[in-house]
């Protein structure tokens, strides 16, 4: 028995379009990087949700400086699950009303966290993370999901990078039909 996968797929690269420049976006004024880092969201969207929250965890990964993880949990049956993310592996489950996604999801409000071991419950899927920020994907009422940024640096976060994120999830949701 051989070792080797079958390379047997054919891919039609014509289908393939790729906008990514790679370019690093300057962090200094944090509205204008924010505001750049949603247009090049805009321009790596497509009519997936699946490659839409991936493109969107590869964007934020790549540019937003000193974070370790970045990614989606998704609502299934008022259970958290790992979604698309960049970073270590992580929890697959969480609760709602447990850590900081779960208690967004259930406040369906953004949660900013200076220093997680101060979060009452914090769950802690990298023991390297320091500070967090979590917004709830609400779309039609419904709590579809969380993004979750985590930090290896105490008070990583400020209003600005939750202010800039929740209008990338907007723009994401206002483009894309997550059906789990």
């Known amino acids: 028995m051989s070792n080797k996968l079958p390379l047997d797929v054919k891919l039609d690269y014509s289908l393939l379009h790729m906008s990514y420049g790679a370019e690093k976006i300057n962090y200094a004024n944090k509205t204008e990087f924010y505001k750049k880092l949603n247009e090049e969201l805009v321009h790596n969207l497509d009519k997936h949700w699946f490659t839409n929250l991936s493109q969107f965890s590869a964007l934020v990964f790549d540019q937003l400086p ?3 993880w970045v990614g ?3 609502n299934v049956s008022e259970e958290l699950i790992l979604g698309p993310f ?3 592996p992580a929890c697959m489950k ?3 009303g447990r850590g900081v996604c779960g208690t967004s999801a259930a406040k369906r409000e953004a949660i900013l966290v200076d220093d997680v071991d101060s979060f009452p419950g914090h769950i802690a899927c990298d023991s390297a993370s320091r500070s967090e920020i979590v917004i709830p994907l609400i779309q039609g009422g419904k709590v579809l999901g969380v993004l979750d940024v985590d930090s290896p640096s105490l008070k990583r976060f400020t209003q ?3 202010a ?6 907007e723009t994401l949701l206002k483009t894309t039909q997550i059906t789990l």
């Open 66 to 68: 000193d974070i370790n």
């Open 72 to 74: 989606f949990y998704l």
């Open 86 to 88: 960049q970073g270590k």
């Open 94 to 96: 969480i609760a709602f």
């Open 160 to 162: 600005e990078d939750v």
């Open 164 to 169: 800039g994120l929740k209008v990338m999830t």
